[in-house]
């Protein structure tokens, strides 16, 4: 079965710095996607970024980047320029087929 | 484009009674998914719907839990009776594709149910 696993229950990062959230899966399978979701205090749930397992390029999102690697599995978020608005929750999450897999989360706090 | 919409926002009750939580998903989307989450756990998968056809109810607690979605629109979340361990947030969630690699594959969620048993 698969299974994500976020090792860091909490971070914290001094604004305008760069932390990096650690995640890894297990799967036999070789085409999946990768997620991380981001759950603000009391907040909706929102999408930050995702990745295909096919493609190599890591993906990013302004601020937001991953670093892909396959073979060991591991899919980790940085954030840059950290900012007070980036504090929350955060998932990691598998996806290879109408299921999601989640991890238990990081939660990222932010010190002004 | 409105959002994913649920109701109540927080729901207080004393354990052996029942509550129910509303679900209106974005226009259009055809896969729901409800979820329970514990403080400071993940979310856990409860019920997923693809129109009004149930997909994945494999950690739905059915002596206790029902769910359905009539019309393939809105849905429906019961608890009866409830027990403590059932004090969570009750997240609906919906999505536009139903294998989530595909298209934009993306979760949008609603601002949950928070449920307190005492």
């Known amino acids: 079965a698969q299974t994500v696993t976020q090792s860091q229950p909490e971070m914290s990062v001094q604004e305008a710095e760069t932390v990096t959230l650690s995640c890894t899966y297990d799967t036999s399978e070789s085409d999946y996607y990768l997620f991380w979701y981001k759950q603000p205090p009391s907040r909706q749930m929102i999408l930050v970024i995702r990745?295909?397992?096919?493609k190599q390029q890591n993906a990013t999102e302004n601020r937001f980047s991953v670093n892909f690697q396959k073979a060991a599995k591991s899919f980790s978020l940085k954030i840059s320029d950290s900012q007070l608005g980036d504090a929350a929750m955060y998932f990691c999450a598998y996806s290879s087929n109408y299921q999601l897999i989640w991890g238990a989360g990081t939660k990222l706090i932010i010190k002004p | 484009e409105a959002g994913v919409a649920q109701s109540p926002r927080y729901k207080i009750i004393e354990k052996r009674q029942s509550v129910a939580f509303w679900c209106n998903p974005i226009s259009g989307h055809a896969t729901l998914y409800w979820y329970q989450q514990i403080l400071g756990q993940g979310p856990k998968l409860l019920i997923q719907?693809?129109?009004?056809?149930?997909?994945?109810d494999s950690q739905l607690p059915k002596d206790r839990f029902s769910a359905e979605r009539l019309k393939g629109v809105d849905s429906t979340l019961k608890i009866q009776p409830a027990k403590l361990e059932d004090s969570a947030v009750y997240l609906c969630?919906?999505?536009?594709?139903?294998?989530?690699?595909?298209?934009?594959?993306?979760?949008?969620f609603g601002e949950g149910s928070r449920l307190t048993v005492l």
């Open positions: 969630a919906s999505s536009l594709v139903l294998m989530l690699g595909t298209g934009t594959g993306e979760l949008f």
């Open positions: 990745q295909e397992a096919y």
């Open positions: 719907f693809q129109n009004n056809g149930v997909v994945d």
